[in-house]
């Protein structure tokens, strides 16, 4: 018998689909979803739809796939991902059937596909060098693989990007017999072009740290160097292009460009710290939430806020690195879910292009207690995400607005508020996060109080 092991990360959208999918074929006796503490609806779905599900140990697919196969209860264990519908028909016979007539130990997944940038500029290159006998597998980063869990059990997962492709290699390297299947056609969502780059650095690492420590005779520090000037060459390339382009950047405010959260500074100025606390313990909905905490400044003067926020220090050199920027061509604005009379105060402070917000409302110039929160943050039938107020929305508003592509745009923040903007920007960021689930998604992290490395990325 077969056990199927998914694993997933906010998958609500198709993890039924997936589970009904494995759950179809006659074999599969066990379907394990080893979530990676999800905040969306996959755990209750998956359950509903009849699978075992665990919490991985730690955060990254790696240590899911692990926490899977320690969990089952099969030899012949299969994995799927939890984002793809459909799968082709045949995929999970196609993948086991080399094992169960034993002629493999391994069988890695081939497909068509929409997209496969970095197993074409990345995977496959350093493989010619490196493991050329690998280069029959025509995916060596697909994550749709099966094995003997008395093989897999024994090996190191990564926790990265890198972790499919250092599965084919540690199989290679013990010898295992190994397969490669077609299964057919497959779509699933591509990364924007800049979010691949992490992806491909931790590939990259993967091949190059497995070919060092096998003392694999292909293994050539003079090919490696001549890759290396070829890349350096086309970087140079791309960036005199990218110079042209129409660029985004988008900063949160609150422990992003400000060193502390405006209400905060509130809190403790007109002593509401523990009715802010009771608010953000209790309430779940964040539009309610924001609503609730709006009442907290009611009757406060609007000179008394804007004094408060002029104390808050802002990130030290932040005015001259986004003068640079803008130089460099980008547009540069704010999306917080702080309040309009404040973001726009720190905007002009930073001479920014605009700033998005709530909208704190005042009466002669003292606070009314009301909220409004803007249809910018609302979500709507372009809404990428399921929230019901979401940065992401804002940001997109902002991208038509400036006629400015996805792609093109950099998200940069510090708490689970922004962690949607920062996985559909381009390029996401996270500044001195504390965030475990922020930081795994981020592309970058910066972890020193100040953008200094923004000039080395764009």
């Not at 089952?72 to 459909?86: M, S, Y």
């Not at 028909?89 to 007539?101: E, G, V």
């Not at 547009?331 to 905007?347: A, H, R, V």
Request: charged letters at 25%.
């Amino acid at each position: 018998m077969i056990t199927v092991i998914i694993p997933t990360l906010n998958e609500e959208e198709n993890i039924g689909s997936v589970v009904d999918f494995a759950g179809a074929h006659a074999n599969v006796s066990e379907i394990i979803v080893v979530d990676d503490k999800s905040l969306d609806n996959t755990v209750s779905i998956a359950k509903k739809h009849g699978a075992k599900v665990i919490t991985s140990t730690k955060l990254g697919k790696g240590a899911s796939m692990k926490d899977g196969v320690l969990c089952a209860n099969n030899e012949i264990l299969v994995f799927l991902d939890g984002d793809i519908n459909p799968y082709p028909h045949f995929t999970i016979k196609l993948l086991t059937d080399p094992i169960i007539n034993n002629e493999a130990d391994f069988v890695k997944s081939s497909f068509s596909r929409n997209a496969g940038r970095v197993t074409e500029l990345t995977a496959k290159p350093l493989m010619s060098i490196f493991f050329p006998d690998l280069l029959k597998f025509n995916q060596p980063l697909s994550g749709m693989i099966a094995g003997r869990k008395s093989i897999l059990r024994d090996l190191n997962f990564r926790d990265d990007y890198g972790v499919d492709i250092g599965i084919l290699i540690d199989m290679y390297l013990m010898n295992a017999r190994m397969k490669d299947v077609e299964i057919g056609y497959i779509e699933n969502k591509s990364k924007p072009w800049q979010a691949l780059g992490k992806m491909s650095k931790e590939v990259a690492q993967t091949i190059i740290m497995k070919a060092a420590s096998s003392k694999n005779p292909h293994y050539n520090f003079e090919e490696l160097g001549v890759l290396n000037e070829i890349r350096s060459q086309m970087e140079f390339a791309f960036d005199t292009h990218l110079n042209s382009l129409s660029k985004l950047i988008v900063f949160d405010m609150d422990n992003t460009l400000l060193r502390g959260r405006f209400i905060d500074h509130c809190a403790d100025h007109f002593n509401f710290k523990s009715e802010l606390m009771e608010f953000r313990s209790s309430e779940t909905d964040s539009v309610i939430l924001t609503k609730r905490i709006a009442t907290l400044l009611k009757g406060k003067h609007f000179n008394e806020l804007v004094e408060i926020a002029d104390r808050i220090p802002i990130v030290d050199g932040t005015l001259e690195i986004i003068s640079e920027l803008k130089k460099r061509g980008y547009i540069i604005g704010i999306i917080s879910d702080s309040y309009d009379c404040i973001t726009t105060l720190i905007k002009n402070k930073l001479e920014m292009d605009f700033s998005l917000s709530n909208e704190l409302e005042f009466s002669k110039s003292v606070c009314t207690g009301e909220v409004k929160i803007p249809s910018f943050f609302i979500s709507n039938s372009r809404s990428i995400c399921k929230h019901a107020m979401c940065k992401t929305n804002a940001l997109l508003s902002v991208l038509e607005k400036y006629k400015i592509q996805k792609e093109n745009a950099i998200a940069i923040g510090d708490s689970m508020n922004d962690l949607c903007m920062i996985k559909e920007a381009g390029l996401g960021i996270a500044f001195c996060s504390k965030d475990d689930l922020l930081n795994h998604h981020a592309d970058i992290l910066i972890n020193e109080s100040s953008f200094m490395e923004l000039l080395n990325l764009t």
